[in-house]
């Protein structure tokens, strides 16, 4: 029988630009009495990796460009978030009804270029997503093996939502040390079908998974700790191995 553990570390502090999150984590988790173990899968909301490398702007020391103002005032946004969402872009795939649908400079598509205002300590300050996540989440994977000796996984987690599907779910957009998709092509199902699509994106569902005990609006526990998965180990998968290319998206 498999049973799989979703642990919410709790009592962290709010993170701040330097923080040694992995250190943090590590010292939460033994003092709840939930020691990190070999095999268990960090996830971390991006927020504070964000906060902790200094990936926040203070809107009030933004300049917005003509072009920002102008979509401003047709979508009733702040002139400021806008110009911080353009930046952090490659390209606009959609706006609509006030919504600003961006590809950011990694390749992920979202709203608003994954810039986040919850969770974020002052009323005029945003966090834009970290620069390099898969980066972000093998420093953590290192300085956990570093503190405890145990070989984890870290996956770095964002709220995105779904094109035709209402509500938003936690997704991958860091990962270090499991492979994020696993590919069941070639597996026979129940009944001896070959499965010749079949590909599980098991870091998003992970972060999904994680979400049922981080929430998006409990800062007290931006972290939990997934335990008895048994994951694909590897030392150089990237997040962006999620993204659809163009090429094959049909909503966009």
Request: glycine share 8%; charged share 30%.
């Amino acid at each position: 029988m498999s049973i799989i553990q979703i642990i919410g570390i709790e009592g962290l502090p709010i993170i701040k630009a330097g923080d040694n999150i992995a250190e943090l984590i590590y010292r939460a988790s033994e003092r709840q009495g939930t020691p990190i173990q070999n095999g268990d899968i960090i996830v971390v909301t991006h927020v504070i990796v964000s906060r902790a490398e200094g990936r926040v702007v203070n809107l009030d020391e933004v300049a917005p460009s003509l072009f920002a103002k102008t979509v401003a005032e047709l979508y009733d946004k702040d002139p400021a978030m806008v110009e911080i969402v353009l930046r952090e872009a490659k390209s606009i795939r959609r706006m609509a009804d006030g919504k600003i649908i961006t590809e950011t400079k990694h390749g992920f598509v979202c709203a608003n270029s994954g810039v986040d205002k919850s969770n974020v300590p002052g009323e005029r300050f945003v966090a834009l997503l970290p620069e390099d996540p898969d980066a972000s989440a093998a420093k953590i994977r290192r300085e956990i093996k570093r503190l405890t000796g145990c070989d984890v996984a870290v996956i770095i987690s964002d709220t995105h939502g779904r094109p035709l599907r209402e509500g938003e779910i936690n997704v991958a957009v860091g990962v270090s040390g499991l492979k994020p998709i696993r590919d069941r092509r070639g597996e026979k199902d129940l009944f001896g079908y070959v499965l010749r699509v079949k590909q599980t994106a098991v870091a998003d569902e992970l972060c999904s998974a994680a979400e049922l005990v981080i929430g998006q609006a409990n800062e007290g526990v931006p972290v939990a700790i997934i335990r008895g998965y048994k994951y694909i180990k590897s030392e150089d998968a990237k997040a962006t191995e999620l993204i659809r290319s163009r090429e094959k998206d049909l909503f966009l």
